[in-house]
């Protein structure tokens, strides 16, 4: 079993950093649509690993989420088309909607207190109006309120995906729940990073390379948490 998770570790690593070289270089030569087509073949190379160790024991709800948001990652190949760019915003909502079901049932208010729970909603409240001034902070960027609209129901989600899995994360209190807490945090990052990038506001490509960055050691920890072994308390909903 030890040298299987040191296998599959070994592996995750190594694709992680082909991917980020790789997009690196497409980067440096200024092919961006094959920059961003490498964004949706992050997901897809890494669910074939997690397919490849697991096989029919796959999370129908992780898998799902990675295959839409890599769909929703391959369609912004052509955002700059006002329909193309809400339906890839769309696409990233709807993904979201898997991880918020998979915690859903997981994700519990018990033993957390009074005071905890007045400090968890307070820390959602404050992060939700944040990334409301964020988006907004965006409109005029936007190609119109379709456009406008999915941009905040993807921070809506966000929002609520980061709620519920500090709430698994504290109900579980492992190094499982941790992983997965992490994953999720570092995607909403890499959401945030790539808006920043792709609108160029400041600091040239550093954000281009830390979303990128970001994305990919998110996903690795998703497939990651996967393959750990864990206890049942620790286990997402399968649907």
């Not at 796959?58 to 052509?78: E, R």
């Not at 997965?180 to 600091?203: Q, S």
């Not at 996903?219 to 864990?230: G, P, Q």
Request: charged share 10%.
């Amino acid at each position: 079993m030890k040298s299987i998770a040191k296998n599959y570790k070994l592996i995750l690593a190594s694709v992680g950093l082909i991917l980020l070289l790789a997009s690196i270089g497409v980067h440096y030569f200024e092919e961006f649509k094959a920059y961003r087509f490498l964004r949706g073949f992050i997901s897809i190379a890494f669910l074939c690993i997690l397919i490849y160790y697991k096989q029919k024991q796959v999370n129908p709800l992780i898998a799902t989420f990675l295959l839409i948001y890599a769909t929703s990652s391959f369609a912004t190949i052509w955002y700059e088309n006002e329909t193309m760019a809400v339906v890839a915003l769309l696409l990233n909502f709807v993904s979201f909607l898997f991880i918020v079901k998979a915690l859903w049932k997981q994700a519990s208010f018990k033993n957390l207190g009074v005071f905890l729970s007045i400090v968890f909603v307070v820390f959602i409240i404050v992060n939700a109006f944040m990334l409301y001034r964020f988006i907004n902070m965006l409109k005029d960027f936007t190609m119109g309120n379709l456009q406008y609209a999915a941009m905040l129901l993807g921070a809506m989600v966000l929002v609520v995906t980061g709620f519920l899995v500090l709430l698994y994360n504290h109900a579980c209190n492992t190094k499982a729940s941790l992983v997965f807490a992490l994953a999720m945090f570092l995607f909403i990052f890499a959401e945030i990073f790539r808006a920043l990038a792709y609108y160029d506001l400041g600091f040239g490509n550093f954000f281009v390379f830390i979303a990128r960055g970001t994305l990919i050691l998110a996903t690795a920890l998703v497939i990651h948490f996967c393959l750990m072994n864990k206890a049942p308390k620790e286990q997402l909903s399968r649907r």
